[in-house]
């Protein structure tokens, strides 16, 4: 096992959205700040940095993770996806046009983790009912919307699917 | 006025915003590096609700590494002034305290580090001697000789206390068949938007200036509060918009004392210093809306009418009275008749200080606590009288043909027909049914109730309003206080593409789609054609005293000066266009991006092309045309007039109203209350964006139930603060949230050219009295307090007292 002392920094590789990325982190170094100032992702939000709002939510090998529960350490050698992954593959498209439509975001800073739970969510539950989403959307503090728009938009993205 | 083509206002425009937001690319505070050299901040605080500061060494902070230095509160407040507000009792209020904390999370000591995880090791070091002191919590106990004094000048916990009278309140008492009397406490809450606090402070000498960016939301009125704080000119202290903001509800305002903070600790440091406010940050020590314990009395004849209101209001305003405060109890003043007819009104509004963050903007700003107040005094007097509730409301609802309408207070009700929205509500909820199904729930047991809540929304604030906490004398001496300034600009380049400012700061509310659609219309252009700058800077963009994002300004004031500003450009493109194609300017019209002659569409010009010659070809325009098309409008509601001699004010310009019917079940044996049915009916003049007013709606409602059944910025006895955390403190999850159906109907404001009113406060004052008034319903006792926990409930519904 390696050590750091305080202070020091060690080189972190991983690879974010299909891309080989690296950079350095303590051995306290949260993903989320790793994610935003040392690899300049400034998509992933940090709501609360306690776990609980779901904002800085980040798929790591194909796991939903809160990168503010998560070490920058944690992630050396994983593959991670962050909201400026979320591109024109699959249904991305579709529920972006969705969120707009039924105006599921409003200040967007809860969004990023929002949109990575349902494509998680949606890969594993892809037919789920209102509840379901609903249920998922628990992980998620959202102050402007009421989530209306978000269960709506989820639920007709996942109707059109085949 | 040429009527466009199409009709862009109105239509459900998907946001221009969104695409960004959702893809990663929108730039939010935390993710600015606008200079280089920036350092980064963490502030200590005070673990004690009220205690003396014997001494603080900086020394073990300093030494580590990594850091750039430490500094106290008192040695960092000696160069400043204190911040002023409205109430003259002497209090001094610094962004930094210097010898004394008066609040948990109140701010002692600020370290600047390399990086925030130094600087958070670094206050750690620091050690401050504290010698406790009595703590306040309670507003009332407060206010007892025996009381720890928070502010020893001051003498008192009560620093401020005024009285007002509006027809004759005595006299109406006097003559009532009927008085109704509530004392009742509403807790401390906060909207909490997702994104905390944060900003980003340089200074720079010779001379001494700074630039602050931040997700400070306004009011811009505190810019003067902060060159004054700061000593210097206004035009030294210049304040950017972080392009997004991540949701505010009027919480962001409380940001100005940490901006003056940064500004005298970069000129300290000799560098630029950014902090980003943390979740315990934000929950203990950001700012919160007023907790109340206050009393109501309304007078009623033999027929159900609202004959007299008396309002005794104690707000517990925290630690300081931190501008614009005491606005929140006098928000509502003007309009304090609500949505009924009685004119006979006696206020008296008391502020006492205790050992909690000061409160300030939250949503519905003062509305939640006074809709509280009136709307249940209107539920135990239907009691009472034994009427329908929504009949007793009917009875006392201003009529359709009363408006516009000149309350007591002194607010001018633009547009209304409040009868037509209970009855929507009605039909939406099937009323006799839902009577039917209570009467038989109850006739079983069951404990199943209906509330009702009405009352009308002021929106876009006469700066002049908390100026009420002056006497007229004081007022008169002081200098006249008006209006509601709103500043918009528009453009058109050489290239011929418009753009659009706005000062109005939004934090998720798609102004820039508004503003877009506002334009488009006026100009026959595309909403996406145009391109909208909503951040204010201070130094390139206009803006005044009222710009900002708050009191639901946009759509009642800001929409106005857009449409001012876009009509003078298109007025200005029509003479261009005529002399080119010889007709005259009347004949004009602008659609589909060109200009062309009317009833003769294949008669025009692109509009590219006639922008682009006031600028590559000012010789050939009209001898009156001045060159350029860049036009700025400054406009001040002509309602919004100062406060006059008897406390009358017109404290807003539009006045939209809301009806929310609900229906409740509890469980005896869990305390759980089960929303049976949720219906908001709502009036907000024409409809802009039916998405963003949906979404409004729907996010209003969202904070006005998570107000209702769980959300408390809890303290105990000693002042010590519970709420730290969102395991704490409860935000309602997508699962919490019933299923509640909207209502809309409009009457058109007259206030701006556009007919819409100021909207989004919304259910998030009414839901809190709606829910409270069907349990009570329920479990048909008058004595209801929020938050509705499984807990008090519970206990309600098994009649067992606190700790039973
Ligand atoms: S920021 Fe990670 S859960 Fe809130
Ligand atoms: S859109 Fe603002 S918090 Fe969700």
Redesign the pocket.
């Known amino acids: 096992m390696m050590r750091l002392g305080l202070g020091e920094r060690r080189r972190i590789s991983c690879t974010v959205n299909g891309v080989a990325r690296s950079g350095f982190a303590e051995g306290r170094t949260l993903l989320?700040d790793f994610l935003r100032h040392e690899l300049n992702l400034y998509g992933t939000?940090?709501?609360?940095?306690?776990?609980?709002?779901?904002?800085?939510?980040v798929i790591l090998d194909s796991r939903l993770a809160?990168?503010?529960?998560t070490l920058a350490m944690q992630a050396d050698g994983a593959e991670i996806t962050t909201i400026e992954g979320l591109g024109d593959s699959d249904r991305e498209p579709a529920l972006r046009e969705a969120f707009s439509r039924h105006g599921a975001l409003q200040c967007g800073f809860c969004t990023a983790?929002v949109l990575l739970s349902v494509k998680h969510f949606l890969q594993h539950n892809p037919k789920p009912s209102d509840g379901e989403i609903r249920d998922m959307l628990s992980g998620h503090?959202c102050r402007c919307t009421g989530y209306e728009g978000m269960v709506r938009a989820i639920a007709e993205v996942a109707e059109g699917q085949p | 006025m040429v009527e466009s083509v199409k009709n862009w206002l109105g239509q459900a425009v998907p946001r221009f915003e969104d695409e960004a937001l959702m893809t990663g690319n929108a730039r939010f505070i935390d993710d600015l590096s606008p200079v280089p050299g920036i350092r980064h901040v963490a502030i200590l605080r005070s673990p004690y609700a009220h205690a003396e500061i014997r001494s603080i060494d900086l020394a073990p902070a300093r030494e580590l590494a990594g850091v750039i230095g430490a500094v106290s509160g008192q040695e960092l407040m000696a160069g400043l002034e204190p911040l002023a507000s409205a109430v003259r009792a002497p209090m001094n209020y610094f962004p930094m305290a210097a010898d004394k904390v008066r609040y948990v999370g109140e701010p002692v000591a600020l370290v600047a580090a390399e990086d925030r995880y130094l600087a958070e090791d670094a206050i750690e070091a620091i050690e401050v001697d504290y010698e406790p002191l009595g703590a306040v919590v309670d507003p009332i106990a407060g206010q007892q000789a025996d009381a720890a004094l928070l502010h020893e000048a001051v003498g008192s916990n009560l620093v401020h206390q005024r009285t007002f009278r509006y027809g004759e309140p005595e006299a109406a008492f006097e003559a009532a068949e009927h008085i109704v009397r509530l004392n009742w406490r509403y807790p401390r809450q906060s909207s909490t938007p997702m994104e905390t606090y944060g900003a980003i402070a340089q200074f720079e000498a010779a001379p001494d200036r700074y630039t602050i960016w931040s997700n400070f939301q306004g009011p811009f009125i505190l810019q003067p509060l902060m060159v004054r704080a700061l000593k210097i000119p206004g035009n030294h202290l210049r304040l950017i918009s972080a392009p997004h903001s991540g949701g505010s509800f009027g919480i962001k305002q409380g940001l100005y004392p940490y901006l003056v903070l940064l500004a005298a600790a970069s000129r300290h440091f000799g560098c630029p210093l950014k902090w980003i406010e943390d979740?315990l940050e934000h929950l203990s020590a950001s700012s919160a809306a007023a907790a109340r314990a206050d009393g109501i009395e309304a007078a009623f004849d033999g027929n159900g009418m609202l004959t007299g209101l008396r309002f005794a209001n104690c707000v517990d305003v925290g630690a300081y009275v931190r501008a614009p405060e005491p606005a929140s109890v006098y928000r509502m003043q003007a309009a304090s008749n609500g949505s009924y007819q009685v004119r006979h009104i006696a206020i008296e509004n008391r502020l006492v200080v205790t050992n909690k963050t000061p409160i300030g903007l939250n949503r519905g700003y003062g509305g939640p606590q006074f809709y509280f107040g009136l709307e249940r005094a209107m539920e135990v007097a239907a009691r009472r009288l034994d009427l329908d509730p929504a009949e007793i409301r009917r009875r006392n609802f201003l009529p359709a043909s009363a408006f516009p309408y000149d309350a007591p207070g002194g607010a001018v009700y633009d547009a209304g027909d409040y009868g037509k929205g209970l009855d929507m509500a009605l039909e939406l909820t099937d009323y006799p049914e839902l009577r039917a199904r209570r009467a038989a729930a109850k006739a079983e047991g069951r404990l199943f109730g209906i509330g009702l809540a009405a009352g009308v929304e002021p929106s876009g604030s006469n700066m002049a309003y908390v100026t009420l906490a002056l006497t007229p004398e004081e007022r008169a001496k002081a200098g006249g206080r008006s209006g509601g300034l709103a500043a918009a600009s528009v453009s058109i380049d050489p290239s011929g593409s418009v753009t659009v400012h706005t000062d109005s700061t939004p934090a998720g509310q798609g102004h820039a789609t508004v503003a877009a659609q506002v334009a488009a219309d006026r100009l026959g252009l595309e909403p996406r054609d145009i391109q909208v700058i909503t951040a204010i800077d201070t130094q390139s963009t206009a803006w005044s005293l009222a710009s900002g994002n708050y009191s639901n300004r946009f759509a009642a004031i800001e929409v106005g000066a857009i449409a001012e500003s876009a009509d003078r450009i298109g007025h200005k493109l029509r003479r261009i266009a005529g002399e080119m194609l010889e007709v005259a300017a009347e004949d004009i019209e602008l659609a589909g991006g060109r200009a062309h002659v009317t009833g003769a569409p294949e008669q025009g010009i692109a509009l590219a092309r006639v922008a682009a010659a006031s600028h590559w070809h000012p010789a050939g325009l009209p001898d009156d045309l001045e060159p350029g098309l860049d036009d700025t409008t400054m406009l001040s509601p002509a309602v919004l007039g100062a406060p006059d001699e008897g406390d009358r004010v017109a404290s807003a310009v539009t006045f939209g109203f809301l009806c929310d019917l609900t229906a409740v079940e509890i469980d005896r044996d869990t305390g759980r209350i089960r929303i049976d049915t949720y219906v908001s009916v709502h009036d907000v003049g024409r409809v802009l964006n039916p998405i963003i007013v949906e979404g409004q709606i729907r996010g209003g409602f969202a904070h006005g139930f998570g107000a209702a059944m769980f959300e408390d910025l809890a303290y105990d006895e000693a002042g010590n603060f519970l709420s730290g955390s969102?395991a704490d403190y409860l935000c309602p999850t997508a699962p919490d949230l019933p299923e509640v159906k909207i209502g809309h109907y409009e009457t058109a404001s007259p206030q701006n050219p556009l007919g819409s009113k100021g909207m989004g406060d919304g259910s998030s004052m009414l839901a809190p009295a709606a829910i409270a008034n069907a349990v009570a319903d329920a479990l048909e006792r008058d004595d209801i307090e929020l938050p509705l926990t499984l807990d008090r409930v519970w206990r309600m519904a098994n009649e067992l007292g606190e700790g039973e």
Do not use: D, I, P, Y
Request: glycine share 22%.
């Open positions: 989320s939000h940090v709501g609360c940095e306690h776990g609980v709002c779901g904002a800085c939510t809160r990168s503010c529960g983790g503090l | 979740r969102f």
